[in-house]
Structure formats: structure tokens, C-alpha cells
């Protein structure tokens, strides 16, 4: 059994202690953490749970806890983790969970030396789904364009145009639409074609200094150019697109890659995903996270996920310094 506790009250959180339930029932939620007594009693209340913490050095030396799933804004996400894996608890964190290359090599440096689990929350990249893309792809010939795209309107933007500034809009949250949509395109961008040998990018910047929106162009390996479009101002509706010689795949998403299917140029079309609706979406990543704990048989894919991690969060901290998205001193120190 591996006791959960969790970080942060929001959406997100419900939702992944669902996929924990469906996907890793060893898995159990022990203990909630949050700054406010107020939202952690009340969060406590929610879920039935009766150890919660407002203190994180108690939480962190706690022995009634062995896993913290944070899900925090992102500029608090470093230090967080940090202390908890020097006191030698597992962490997974919610996306992007560092702002800065080198936060990210202290914290697995510092989970090695305390045979702990740091991994970032990617739901996509740990869904079987990815796989069958990957596959897909070689029926495809020779690819050279990709089309990838993710604009979703944020609850959080009529407070902004309010006159707000919402954590989701707040530099000093190290937030934005990168940070937040973004991500969710780097990552299998780098997952199936490897790191970029060029990179542009440019954004749209709010009154806030967040960004809302933005365009990033990689030059992949194998002369393939893909274009990103990510936002939180509106929402798009357009379909990712793997474009080869042979034929194409569409995908209605590329967060949880839904409706899957390619179509050759001899008119034929040969579906590849319908998903289960069934399957709660954060399953998969918990259950990694579970294995990546309990099994050592997973050294090596625990292995490939920190080098994709590091890969992506490379890549984020370029596009950013390109568009000029930029966060307050304190958010890069490590």
C-alpha cells in the first residue's frame, strides 16, 4: 500500500484521486495538504479524510504519508517538491512542474540520493494511446509536416477581463497558456520526433505579463516541421494532424487523444482509437507513478521518463526566453 497524500484542492485533484481509485487501488489517500486550514478542512471534509496538514516541514517528516501528488500553482512546485523528496517522500507534480532546467536536475538528483520517485504529471505521454499513434506512424512514409493544436477558454479569463488577475494569468505564479496548454503539445512533439534542432516561437503577451496564446515551430530530425498553436483566450477546434506521403492522421486531441484514425491517399481510412470513456484519463499516470515505487523492474522506463522530462523542460525555457514569456526573478532560483 502506498499512502497518497495531496497537495492543492482544485479540479484537478479530484480527478486524479478518480484515476487513482480505477487505475492503482494500492494506492490509497491518507492525508491533505493545503496552506489554508480553511480549504484544507474543507477538502478533508470532501473526501473523507482525517490527517491534514498545514505545515509542510510536518507533512514532509510525517510517517503516516509515503507519496505527495502537488498540484499547487507552478511557481510553488520546486521548493514543495523539494523538501519533500529530501525527507524521503515519492512526488508526482502536476505540469510544468519546474520553471528551469536545473530545478528540474536538483530534484532528480535529490530524489536518486533518497531512492525516491520524482515524476511529472503527464496523463498523455503514459496513455496506451500514444503507442498506437507511434506505431501508426510508420504506415505513413515519409512525414514532414505536423500540425498540433490545443486553445481551450479558461474559466479564469472573464476575471481577467474584469480587470483581475487570476493565478492562471499571474507571472508570479509562473502560469500562462505555455505553461499550462502549451506543455501538452511539447511533450509528444519531442516523444515522437526528438528534440528539435531548431526552435521559434512567439506569443501573445496579456496586460498581466502572462502569455494567452502562442505559435511554436520545431525542425524536428528528419526535415519534419511542426507547428504548435496553444491558448487560453479562446477556444480552437481543429483537428492534430501527422502528415506523411503515405497518408494522414487525424486526432481530435492530442491531451487524451480521442478519435483516432488515418487517411491513406488511395481514399482508404483505417481507424486507429475510439476511447473509453469509461477509462478515467489520469489512470494510466498514476499507475505508472505506482509502478515506478513499487516495481524495479520499471528502473528503465523510469529511466526514459526522466530524460523525456528533461527534454521537454529544455524546450519549454526556450520557447519561452523566443517569445519573451517571462516570470519574476524568484520563480527561476533553484
Not at 207 to 230: K, Q
Not at 270 to 281: C, M
Not at 295 to 322: F, G, N
Request: one cysteine or more; glycine letters at 6%.
Amino acid at each position: 500500500m502506498v499512502r497518497v497524500c495531496t497537495v492543492g484542492a482544485g479540479w484537478v485533484v479530484d480527478s486524479f484521486l478518480e484515476g487513482m481509485k480505477q487505475a492503482a487501488p494500492d494506492m490509497v489517500h491518507s492525508a491533505v495538504y493545503s496552506f489554508s486550514e480553511a480549504e484544507a478542512k474543507m477538502f478533508s471534509e470532501k473526501h473523507g479524510i482525517t490527517t491534514v496538514f498545514t505545515d509542510l516541514e510536518k507533512l514532509a517528516k510525517s510517517d503516516e504519508v509515503d507519496a505527495v501528488y502537488i498540484a499547487n500553482p507552478n511557481a510553488l512546485h520546486y521548493q514543495t517538491a523539494k523538501i519533500l523528496l529530501e525527507n524521503g517522500k515519492h512526488v508526482l507534480c502536476e505540469k510544468t512542474c519546474v520553471v528551469t532546467s536545473e530545478q528540474l536536475r536538483i530534484l532528480y538528483e535529490i530524489a536518486d540520493k533518497n531512492n525516491v520517485i520524482f515524476m511529472e504529471a503527464m496523463k498523455g505521454i503514459y496513455m496506451p494511446e500514444i503507442q498506437v499513434i507511434n506505431e501508426a506512424m510508420k504506415k505513413l512514409g515519409d512525414i514532414h509536416m505536423v500540425k498540433l493544436d490545443f486553445c481551450r477558454y479558461s474559466s479564469k479569463y472573464p476575471e481577467y477581463r474584469e480587470g483581475g488577475t487570476p493565478n492562471i494569468f499571474n507571472p508570479k505564479m509562473a502560469a500562462g497558456g505555455l505553461m499550462d496548454m502549451g506543455i501538452y503539445l511539447v511533450y509528444p512533439a519531442i516523444y515522437w520526433f526528438g528534440v528539435p534542432s531548431k526552435i521559434a516561437a512567439d506569443a501573445a503577451i496579456l496586460r498581466t505579463g502572462a502569455d494567452a496564446c502562442g505559435t511554436v515551430l520545431f525542425h524536428s530530425a528528419g526535415n519534419v516541421h511542426i507547428t504548435m498553436s496553444y491558448g487560453k483566450a479562446s477556444t480552437s477546434h481543429h483537428e492534430n494532424l501527422i502528415m506523411g506521403d503515405l497518408g494522414v492522421i487525424h486526432m481530435d486531441s492530442v491531451e487524451r487523444f480521442d478519435n483516432c484514425y488515418i487517411e491513406y491517399f488511395d481514399g482508404k481510412k483505417e481507424h486507429l482509437i475510439t476511447r473509453d470513456l469509461s477509462v478515467n484519463p489520469w489512470g494510466p499516470e498514476t499507475k505508472q507513478f505506482y509502478d515506478f515505487i513499487t516495481d524495479p523492474s520499471t528502473a528503465e522506463r523510469y529511466a526514459q521518463s526522466k530524460d523525456l522530462t528533461t527534454k521537454v523542460i529544455a524546450a519549454v525555457e526556450e520557447i519561452r526566453d523566443l517569445a519573451d514569456i517571462k516570470f519574476p526573478e524568484e520563480c527561476y532560483k533553484a
